[in-house]
C-alpha cells in the first residue's frame, strides 16, 4: 500500500452533476459541500454508492472525504461522488485500479435525459390518435 502524501484531487461526473473530490488518510469522514454525509444525502442507498469503493478496498475508515458538487440531482450527485473517489483512489495507490475497474467505478455511465423532438410531447410519446 503506497502512502497518501497529502490529499489527492479526481473530478467525477454522471449526467449533469460534476464532483470534485479530495482525498486523503483519516478516519472516514466525509464532507459534501460543507455538510456532514448524513445531512447532504438523506437516503441510504446513496450514502451506500459513495461507501462502495471503501468497502471493495476494505478500508472503510481509512480516508477523509471532502467533495463540493454541483449540477444534476441527488442520484446523479452521489454517482459522481463515488466516479470521483475512485479517481483519486488510483491516482493515490494505482495498484487499486484493477478491482475498480473490475467493479465499473472508474466507468464514467454515458447514460443521460434524451432530448424533446419536435411534433412529440416528450423525446418519444406520440400525440393521442385520433381515428375521426
Known amino acids: 500500500m503506497a502512502a497518501l502524501t497529502d490529499q489527492t484531487l ?6 449533469c452533476a460534476i464532483a470534485r473530490v479530495w482525498v486523503r488518510p483519516g478516519s472516514g469522514a466525509i ?3 460543507g455538510r456532514q454525509i448524513e445531512e447532504y444525502l438523506p437516503r441510504p442507498t446513496l450514502r451506500m454508492i459513495i461507501a462502495q469503493p471503501f468497502e471493495l478496498i476494505g478500508r472503510p475508515t481509512g480516508y477523509d472525504v471532502r467533495v463540493t458538487v454541483v449540477g444534476g440531482g441527488i442520484a446523479a450527485q452521489a454517482g459522481a461522488i463515488r466516479h470521483g473517489i475512485c479517481r483519486a483512489l488510483v491516482d493515490a495507490e494505482p495498484e487499486l485500479r484493477p478491482a475498480l475497474k473490475r467493479a465499473g467505478f472508474l466507468t464514467r455511465d454515458s447514460r443521460v435525459v434524451e432530448r424533446k423532438k419536435y411534433g412529440r ?3 418519444r410519446k406520440r400525440p393521442q390518435y385520433s381515428k375521426r
Open 10 to 15: 479526481a473530478t467525477g461526473k454522471r449526467k
Open 121 to 123: 410531447h416528450k423525446a
Open 31 to 33: 464532507s459534501i459541500n
